[in-house]
């Protein structure tokens, strides 16, 4: 194999990676992990770029019922849910990333999405929705200016399904069900199955010049295929291992 890329992040969790979010402006990652045998959700954060853990594995007191929201001007912001059987959001918690306490919380507004201005919320008591313009770091309602600010759309992408009606290239002719790819720079990132024994392995491969960078195992001993592989911000290669893990990828 060709030099291996340079790995930016690499994380280990006690519990199940749950949800990921980002930040590219200020190069922040966020992620949800849960334990179901301790039904605790753990939280933490890092700056992608260098590696810097900025907390980990934060429980809030009653973790199980939060969820992970947004990241956005170096905050993590939490969700609570309307009910234990619902997936309908209540309550706001925002988490200061650079020391893992909480700096405030709205236990009756609902985040809609982030602006550049602020996040646009709403009171979960009002039908239909009345968005408010809160500040990220202290929660308080600020003055919409020239109309409702658009949504910050974060640069990422995820790969693409590899058509069935084309052969596949012969590295990856073992495949079993769908395979993804997606271009990076000079690289081509593949992740696909492969049956062993009746049970299945995932596989990340980046290739260049046809020729492998690295071959990893995303999963092993699976039961059915994993729809989620990969995604890209800029030129980084975010994916998650064994369910624990997450590592980033210079590509």
Not at 31 to 54: K, L, M
Not at 128 to 157: F, M
Not at 178 to 201: I, N
């Amino acid at each position: 194999m060709q030099g291996l890329p340079t790995i930016l992040l690499h994380e280990k969790f006690s519990g199940i990676i749950w949800k990921v979010e980002i930040d590219g402006r200020k190069d922040m990652i966020a992620i949800e992990s849960r334990d179901a045998s301790s039904r605790a959700a753990a939280f933490s954060a890092f700056n992608f770029r260098t590696g810097h853990c900025y907390f980990r594995e934060v429980s809030p007191e009653h973790s199980w019922w939060f969820g992970l929201d947004k990241v956005h001007e170096g905050m993590v912001f939490l969700h609570g849910y309307a009910a234990g059987n619902t997936p309908e959001r209540k309550g706001i918690v925002a988490i200061h990333a650079f020391t893992g306490g909480i700096a405030w919380q709205q236990h009756h507004m609902a985040l809609d999405h982030v602006t550049e201005d602020g996040l646009m919320a709403y009171a979960t008591s009002f039908t239909p929705k009345r968005l408010q313009l809160l500040s990220p770091v202290t929660g308080e309602t600020t003055v919409v200016q020239n109309g409702l600010p658009a949504p910050i759309i974060q640069d990422i992408r995820f790969p693409q399904v590899w058509p069935s009606a084309m052969p596949l290239p012969a590295f990856i002719a073992d495949a079993a069900g769908p395979v993804l790819y997606a271009l990076a720079g000079d690289k081509t990132c593949w992740a696909y199955h492969r049956e062993r024994q009746g049970k299945y392995d995932q596989v990340l491969l980046i290739m260049k010049d046809n020729a492998p960078v690295i071959r990893v195992f995303l999963d092993e001993n699976i039961q059915k295929f994993n729809p989620e592989a990969f995604f890209i911000h800029s030129n980084q290669l975010f994916c998650i291992r064994n369910k624990v893990e997450i590592v980033s990828y210079l590509v």
